[in-house]
C-alpha cells in the first residue's frame, strides 16, 4: 500500500513541481511574485479543453498548443504589467499579480461559465498494471512529461547562452546591464517560459482533473508552498520539493483525511519555515 | 525642495461624520444602509490590517482568520452557552490576539523575511479555513446560526431594522480611527513607521523592533475580530467560506493599498470606492455581476498599483499642494 | 592597561571571528576611553567591517552575531551576543555607510524617533529633536522628505538621530564616504563639535586625511589582526602599516 501511494503521489508530485518550477524561474530571477500563477494553469487547461472541444484535438497533443499560448500570455503580460513593477516593494507585485489574476480568473468565469467541465475518454486514461501497483496512465505520462520539460528547462539555463545570460542577471543586474545584456528581452522571455511551464501542467492535469475558473485558485498557495521549500530560484529544489508535497499530499490524504490533504502541507510548510526561515529544505 | 504640506482635515472630517451620523434619518431604503453598513466594516477591516501592513510594513495575506474567529467566537458561545454577544466579542478579540501571537512568536524571533511571512499568513488562513469546514461543533461545511433573540443593544441583535447595526458599526470604525490617528502622533507609531523604513536602522536606534511588531499584529487582530463579531451578529448566519476565504482578506488589503497605504484615511477612501461598488455591481447584474466586479476590482487593482503605488490619498493630497515643483 | 587617567568606555577583549571561512578578527584587542575620538582604517577586508559588527550587535548576514572567542565590553557590559537596541539603550549607537535615514520620513521625524529613545513624550521628542537640528545645522530643512535630502544631508541627519538617543559613544561607519573636500570638512567640524559635547567618536574611515586630522588615536587592521594603535603621526610613519596600507610615507599634518 505504501508503495502505491508513493508512486501515486510521486507522479503527482512531479507535475505540480512543473508548476512551481515555472513559478520559481521568475520568483528567482526577477524577483516577482506571481500570484497568478495558478490562473494561468487554468488557462493552460482551457487551452486543452476547448481545443478538444472544438477541433477533437486529443489533451496530450494539445500540450504544445498550451505551452505556446501562455508563453505568449506571459510575455504579453510582462510587457503590459509586469515590466513596471520590477524593484517595486513586495506588496506592490504581490497585488498587481493579484490583480492580474482576479482579472483572468473572472474573465474566464465570464466567458466561460462557473461549470465544472471534464475531457471525456482522453487518449490518456485507465491504469496500468505492474508487479501488484497501479500506475494511473494520465499521471504516469503526465510525470514523464513534466521531467522532460523541467529537465529541458534546466539546461537551457545552464548551458544555453541565453540561459546563463538569465542566470547572470538573476545574480547581478547591473554587471549585466553594463556588459550590454538586454534584460529587458530577457525577463519577457523568463516569463513567457514560467507561465508556458504552468500551461503545459494544465494541460497535461486536464486529463484527468475537473476543469473549471477556480481550478487555479486551488493550486496557487500549494506551488507557492512548493517554491518556498525548494528554495526561491532554484529548479532542482522545486523539483525535489514537488516530489515530496506529492507524496505528503497524497500520504496525508490517505491517512488522515482528503479534505485536509492541503491543510496538512501548509501546516508543513508552516513549521518548516519557521525553523529555517531563509533557505527551505535544500538551500539556495 | 519637497515640503509635505499639512492639509487643514478638520473642518472635512467633523462635517463627513456630522453627514454620516444624520444619514439614516434621510435614506430610509435598507439597501443603501446595507451598503453603509458593509463599507463601514470594510473600512475597519482595512485599516486595521493597515497598522500591521502599511504602517508596519508586514503584509498579512491571512487577515480573514481573525475575521473569521471573532465571527465564531460570538456565535458559538452565543449558541452554546448563552454567552452574550458584547462578551463574546472580546473573547473573539482575545481567541484572535492568541492566534496573533502563536503566528508572531516564530515569525518574528526568527525574523522571518517579508515574502516567506506573507506566505505563512496564507497559509495559516487556508488550514484554519479547513479546520472549521470539516468541524462538525461548529457547524462545518453548513455554517453556523446565531440564536435569536429579544432584539436589543444588549443582546446586539435588531432584525428589521438595520439602523442601530449602522450606528454601531460606524462608532467602531470612528473610534478605531481616533485611535490610530492618536497612535501616530505617538511614540508608538513613529516606532512602526521607523520599523517599516528600515528596520535594522530602527533597531539600532534602540528601537524593540520584536516587541513594537507584536504589538502593531494585536491591535491588527483585535480590530478584525470586533468586525468579525459585528458581522456574525449582523448576518446572523454564516459559514466558513463567508469569513475565512483569502477573497476576505484581500477586500482588507485592495481598500488599504486603492486609498493610500500607510495613511489614516486611505483605507476608508479605498473602501468608500471598492465596497459600493461591489454591492452596487452584485445587486444589479446578479451572478454575472460577481465576476465582473472582480474584473473591475482588479483592473483597478492594476492601475493603482501600476501607476499610482501610494493609491488615491497621495492623488487628492497633491491635488492640495499650492505649485510645490519637486527637485 | 595604562589609560592615563581616562575612563575606558569600550573594550575589545582577544576578539575572534570567523565568517565565510575566513578569519575576519583575529584576536582583536583595544580600547577606546571617554572623551576620545579614536580612528579606525585598514585596507578592504582587513576586517573592520566585522568588528565594527560584533561591537554594535548587527549580524552579519548568515552568520551569528557572537564572536568565534572573546567579548566586547562597554561600560563594563558584556555586550557582545547582545542585540543593538539593548547597546543602543547603554549609550551606543552607530550610523550606517550607506545611510539608513527612513526616507519617507521628514528630517524632524528622522530625529524625533531617536530621541524617543530617551523619552517618551512627543511633545519634548519634537523640541529636543529641534534642538538637536539647530546644533547639526539641519534645522532650515526640518520639514523635508528624507529622500529628498542630499548625501551629506542625509549622513548629517543620520548622525543627529544617532546623537538624539543620548549616546556615550558615537560609532561612525565611512561618514566621508562620498563627500566632497569642502563636505568633509563640514563633517570634521561636527565631529568636534560632537567631541566637544563630551559624546566619545570611534569611527571607520578610508578617506586617511580626515581620520588623522581628527583623531587622538588610530587603530589600523590589516587582514584580522591589529598592526598599529597609536597617534596618527606615530601610525603614519609606521613601517607595517605603510606597507599594507598606506603606500609610500605619508605625512600628517599637524
Known amino acids: 500500500m505504501i508503495l502505491q501511494i508513493l508512486v501515486s503521489g510521486s507522479m503527482m508530485g512531479l507535475i505540480y ?24 494553469m487554468m488557462l493552460g487547461m482551457f487551452v486543452s479543453y476547448w481545443a478538444f472541444v472544438f477541433f477533437g484535438i486529443d489533451p496530450l497533443a494539445s500540450i504544445p498548443l498550451s505551452a505556446i499560448g501562455l508563453f505568449l500570455l506571459g510575455m504579453l503580460l510582462y510587457k503590459l504589467i509586469i515590466k513596471r513593477i520590477i524593484d517595486a516593494p513586495l506588496i506592490t507585485a504581490l497585488l498587481a499579480t493579484y490583480g492580474i489574476s482576479l482579472v483572468l480568473k473572472n474573465l474566464a468565469l465570464l466567458f466561460f461559465g462557473p461549470d465544472y467541465r471534464t475531457i471525456k475518454n482522453p487518449l490518456l486514461e485507465g491504469s496500468w498494471r505492474l508487479g501488484g501497483l497501479y500506475v494511473s496512465v494520465p499521471k504516469a505520462i503526465g510525470a514523464i512529461i513534466s521531467v522532460l520539460v523541467i529537465v529541458l528547462i534546466y539546461f537551457f539555463i545552464k548551458k544555453s547562452q541565453t540561459g546563463r545570460a538569465i542566470q547572470a542577471i538573476s545574480m547581478d543586474r547591473q554587471a549585466a546591464l553594463l556588459v550590454g545584456v538586454d534584460v529587458g528581452r530577457l525577463y519577457t522571455i523568463t516569463f513567457g517560459i ?91 | ?85 458584547w462578551l463574546g466579542s472580546i473573547t473573539g478579540a482575545l481567541v484572535a490576539i492568541g ?24 497559509a495559516v488562513g487556508e488550514v484554519i479555513r479547513v479546520i472549521f469546514m470539516n468541524w462538525m461543533y461548529v457547524g462545518g461545511a453548513t455554517g453556523i446560526m446565531i440564536p435569536l433573540t429579544e432584539p436589543s443593544l444588549l443582546n446586539y441583535q435588531y432584525h428589521t431594522n438595520k ?57 491588527s487582530a483585535t480590530f478584525v475580530a470586533i468586525g468579525g463579531a459585528f458581522y456574525a451578529q449582523y448576518e446572523l448566519y454564516f459559514d466558513p467560506p463567508m469569513v475565512f476565504h483569502v477573497g476576505i482578506s484581500m477586500k482588507m ?72 515643483g519637486e527637485q | 592597561m595604562s589609560n592615563g587617567g581616562k575612563e575606558s568606555l569600550l573594550e575589545v577583549r582577544n576578539l575572534t571571528k570567523r565568517f565565510r571561512g575566513v578569519i575576519a578578527n583575529q584576536d582583536i584587542n583595544m580600547e577606546v576611553n571617554s572623551g576620545e575620538i579614536i580612528g579606525l582604517i585598514g585596507p578592504n577586508g582587513a576586517g573592520k567591517t566585522t568588528l565594527f559588527n560584533m561591537i554594535t550587535g548587527t549580524r552579519p548576514k548568515g552568520a551569528s552575531r557572537l564572536p568565534d572567542s572573546g567579548a566586547v565590553y562597554f561600560k563594563r557590559v558584556k555586550i557582545t551576543g547582545m542585540k543593538p537596541n539593548s ?139 591589529k598592526i598599529a594603535d597609536d597617534r596618527p603621526e606615530k601610525v603614519a610613519r609606521d613601517k607595517r602599516v605603510i606597507e599594507a596600507y598606506l603606500g609610500e610615507e605619508y605625512h600628517v599634518k599637524s
Open chain 2, 253 to 324: 488589503i485592495l481598500p488599504a493599498i486603492l486609498g493610500g497605504i500607510g495613511t489614516i484615511c486611505g483605507p476608508i477612501i479605498g473602501a468608500a470606492i471598492m465596497i459600493p461598488l461591489d454591492q452596487f455591481l452584485r445587486a444589479y447584474l446578479g451572478g454575472i455581476g460577481s465576476g465582473i466586479n472582480f474584473i473591475i476590482y482588479g483592473l483597478l487593482v492594476l492601475i493603482v498599483v501600476v501607476f499610482k503605488p501610494k493609491g488615491i490619498y497621495e492623488f487628492i493630497g497633491n491635488l492640495f499642494k499650492k505649485g510645490k
Open chain 1, 17 to 40: 513541481a512543473l508548476v512551481a518550477v515555472g513559478l520559481t524561474l521568475i520568483w528567482g530571477v526577477m524577483d516577482i511574485i506571481n500570484f497568478a500563477h495558478g490562473d494561468l
Open chain 2, 163 to 219: 439602523v442601530p447595526y449602522y450606528y454601531i458599526i460606524f462608532s467602531f470604525l470612528v473610534l478605531e480611527i481616533v485611535l490610530i490617528y492618536f497612535i501616530t502622533k505617538s511614540r508608538f507609531g513613529y516606532y512602526l513607521r521607523a520599523i517599516k523604513g528600515n528596520e535594522e536602522a530602527a533597531e539600532n536606534i534602540g528601537i524593540n523592533t520584536t516587541l513594537f511588531k507584536h504589538l502593531a499584529y494585536y491591535l
Open chain 2, 99 to 122: 492566534l496573533a501571537s502563536i503566528i508572531a512568536f516564530p515569525s518574528f524571533q526568527t525574523g522571518l523575511r517579508a515574502h516567506y511571512f506573507a506566505i505563512a499568513t496564507w
Open chain 2, 1 to 85: 525642495m519637497n515640503r509635505v504640506k499639512a492639509i487643514p482635515k478638520w473642518t472635512w472630517l467633523i462635517f463627513l461624520v456630522v453627514v454620516f451620523l444624520i444619514f439614516p434619518f434621510f435614506v430610509k431604503k435598507e439597501f443603501y444602509l446595507h451598503v453603509m453598513i458593509m463599507t463601514f466594516l470594510f473600512a475597519l477591516l482595512a485599516a486595521s490590517w493597515n497598522i500591521l501592513g502599511g504602517f508596519t510594513g508586514y503584509v498579512s495575506f491571512g487577515h480573514a482568520v481573525f475575521f473569521g474567529l471573532g465571527a465564531y467566537s460570538v456565535a458559538v458561545l452565543g449558541k452554546n452557552f448563552a454567552v452574550n454577544p
Open chain 3, 87 to 225: 547597546i543602543c539603550k547603554l549609550g551606543l549607537v552607530r550610523t550606517f555607510q550607506l545611510v539608513r535615514i527612513w526616507e519617507e520620513m521628514t528630517v524632524l521625524e528622522n530625529v524625533m524617533t531617536g530621541v524617543f529613545r530617551a523619552m517618551r513624550s512627543a511633545r519634548e521628542a519634537r523640541k529636543k529633536s529641534e534642538d538637536l537640528l539647530k546644533f547639526t545645522g539641519l534645522y532650515t530643512k526640518l520639514d523635508y522628505l528624507g529622500s529628498s535630502l542630499t548625501i551629506a544631508d542625509k549622513k548629517r541627519l543620520e548622525i543627529t538621530r544617532a546623537l538624539g538617543t543620548k549616546p556615550d559613544l558615537l560609532l561612525l561607519d565611512e561618514p566621508m564616504a562620498g563627500l566632497t573636500t569642502t563636505e568633509i570638512n563640514e563633517a570634521l567640524e561636527l565631529i568636534r563639535q560632537i567631541h566637544d559635547q563630551g559624546i566619545t567618536v570611534l569611527l571607520v574611515e578610508h578617506v586617511i586625511e580626515a581620520v588623522m586630522s581628527i583623531a587622538h588615536r588610530v587603530v589600523v587592521l590589516d587582514n584580522g589582526q
Open chain 1, 194 to 284: 514560467g507561465a508556458a511551464c504552468t500551461g503545459v501542467a494544465g494541460a497535461i492535469l486536464s486529463n484527468f482533473f475537473t476543469i473549471s475558473p477556480e481550478s487555479g485558485s486551488t493550486y496557487v498557495l500549494l506551488s507557492f508552498v512548493i517554491v518556498a521549500l525548494g528554495g526561491f530560484g532554484s529548479i532542482t529544489g522545486a523539483l525535489s520539493a514537488g516530489v515530496l508535497i506529492g507524496i505528503a499530499a497524497t500520504l496525508g490524504g490517505f491517512y488522515i483525511s482528503p479534505a485536509f490533504k492541503f491543510a496538512i502541507i501548509f501546516a508543513a510548510y508552516l513549521v518548516v519555515v519557521m525553523i529555517r526561515p531563509e533557505k527551505g529544505l535544500f538551500g539556495w
